[in-house]
């Protein structure tokens, strides 16, 4: 199957400052990628839709000041996570599709702890 | 909107036994596809199963194979010969037709498979 790489997988920062993870699809061209956040034993929930070449679409309650998503390439989406706190600790996963409506392919997560 | 409903929030099982974990969604859609993905400890989604609404036949992958009502919107997952490795998160998700890849989760399910 395809193979979408997250990196990192894990990343400890200190309050206020911004982190930014990367997802890549290494062996197909997506024009839209997802990103979802998920709490301890919770489901994924999703936070935003990245679309190539345009603005991304924010779930409700999302910030999007908040959580800045950059999809410039069709193989890279990015998420910065902006004055991270306490509260944006979290699981983060990215997903990928190779057409409509196929499966998604997940990046392996990254596991974010801001002290 | 769609939703995805998982009424089992743990299972447990024996080693080489069967188990059927539920699954239920709502929609007014008649094209949509559903998906089982697993999660094992690693936090890796890994896709299990897919069936095509449109398709009366239940899907098969080796050991794992769906009970796909449509009338009654049930989609559940049968695991038979259940090993040790099958101890994971397991989610079920939604997409339809109209909303690109974005996918619908349901709660998921924690299932332990004991020695």
């Known amino acids: 199957g395809a193979v979408v790489s997250q990196h990192p997988s894990w990343v400890i920062c200190k309050s206020g400052t911004s982190v930014k993870i990367e997802c890549r699809s290494l062996?197909?061209?997506?024009?839209?990628m997802f990103w979802y956040r998920q709490f301890p034993k919770q489901s994924l929930m999703l936070m935003a839709t990245s679309n190539e070449g345009s603005k991304a679409t924010y779930e409700q309650g999302v910030e999007k000041d908040k959580f800045l998503i950059n999809h410039a390439s069709l193989t890279l989406s990015t998420l910065t996570v902006t004055s991270a706190h306490p509260e944006d600790s979290s699981f983060y996963i990215c997903?990928?599709?190779?057409?409509?409506?196929?499966?998604?392919?997940f990046g392996q997560g990254t596991r974010l702890t801001v002290v | 909107a769609q939703t995805v409903t998982q009424s089992q929030p743990e299972m447990s099982v024996q080693e080489a036994e069967t188990v059927t974990l539920s699954c239920t969604y709502d929609?007014?859609?008649?094209?949509?596809?559903l998906f089982w993905y697993k999660q094992p400890p690693s936090r890796q989604m890994i896709l299990v199963i897919r069936?095509?609404?449109?398709?009366?036949q239940n899907a098969t992958e080796n050991r794992f194979s769906v009970n796909f009502q449509k009338a009654a919107k049930s989609f559940s997952l049968k695991i038979s010969d259940s090993q040790l490795g099958d101890t994971a998160m397991y989610f079920c998700?939604?997409?339809?037709?109209?909303?690109?890849?974005?996918?619908?989760f349901g709660g998921g399910t924690r299932l332990m498979v004991k020695p």
């Open positions: 929609t007014s859609e008649n094209n949509y596809y």
């Open positions: 062996d197909f061209q997506a024009t839209t």
């Open positions: 069936q095509e609404a449109y398709k009366q």
């Open positions: 997903s990928a599709s190779q057409g409509l409506n196929t499966e998604a392919f």
């Open positions: 998700a939604f997409i339809n037709n109209n909303a690109g890849n974005m996918l619908t």
